[in-house]
T-cell receptor
Framework: DQQVKQNSPSLSVQEGRISILNCDYT??????FLWYKKYPAEGPTFLIS?????DKNEDGRFTVFLNKSAKHLSLHIVPSQPGDSAVYFC???????????FGKGTRLHILP | NAGVTQTPKFQVLKTGQSMTLQCAQD?????MSWYRQDPGMGLRLIHY???????DQGEVPNGYNVSRSTTEDFPLRLLSAAPSQTSVYFC??????????FGSGTRLTVV
């Protein structure tokens, strides 16, 4: 039973446009959400996070939006750059234990 | 400051062999975890530890053992390797801001 779902395995976006990556979760106890970026043959790197007390968090070109009623969060990258091509993982925690649960990831391709 | 160090980077095992994947962090983080990454499956939590002497199971713990005798080290043991354990393994430690620092991974093949 997947608690964190990334339903799009891949996404292609033109360079300079906005990339929107989506994530849904099922456990209403989750109260902290994170996005990670992963290049091939490297470990994931932390990108941005958001607490459930907020609905938006921004860091440079990256913004995460949280819709608690819909149990949905999204990562916006604008403008998209070639170096953004990677796999992006959504993760969540806070469901009464200390586990951090990841989604399956979305592979983002930035097209020239 | 090396962050999270995993060894080895690559390993090939025969079915039934045992081995230990090493993980060490120098950031004095209490929380450490092991994940495996498989195609189409994302990152799945194997075991985690909230501090020295404390470990707990994640989503896919079967076939793996862990121990946490020190804050720095969190080894993952495969007692009898199976082909289903062919995967890329990541160790991670959690900082106070809620973000994980991951190691660079161990690519394990069981034949």
């Amino acid at each position: 039973d997947q608690q964190v779902k990334q339903n799009s395995p891949s996404l292609s976006v033109q360079e300079g446009r906005i990339s929107i990556l989506n994530c849904d979760y099922t456990n209403s106890m989750f109260d902290y959400f994170l996005w990670y970026k992963k290049y091939p043959a490297e470990g994931p790197t932390f990108l941005i996070s958001i607490s459930s007390i907020k609905d938006k968090n921004e860091d440079g070109r990256f913004t995460v939006f949280l819709n608690k009623s819909a149990k949905h969060l999204s990562l916006h990258i604008v403008p998209s750059q070639p170096g953004d091509s990677a796999v992006y993982f959504c993760a969540a925690t806070g469901a009464g234990d200390d586990k951090i649960i990841f989604g399956k990831g979305t592979r983002l391709h930035i097209l020239p | 400051n090396a962050g999270v160090t995993q060894t080895p980077k690559f390993q090939v095992l025969k079915t039934g062999q045992s081995m230990t994947l090493q993980c060490a962090q120098d950031m004095n983080h209490e929380y450490m975890s092991w994940y495996r990454q498989d195609p189409g499956m994302g990152l799945r939590l194997i075991h985690y530890s909230v501090g020295a002497g404390i470990t707990d199971q994640g989503e896919v713990p079967n076939g793996y053992n862990v121990s946490r005798s020190t804050t720095e080290d969190f080894p993952l043991r495969l007692l009898s390797a199976a082909p289903s354990q062919t995967s890329v393994y990541f160790c991670a430690s959690l900082d106070g801001g809620g973000g994980y620092t991951f190691g660079s991974g161990t690519r394990l093949t069981v034949v």
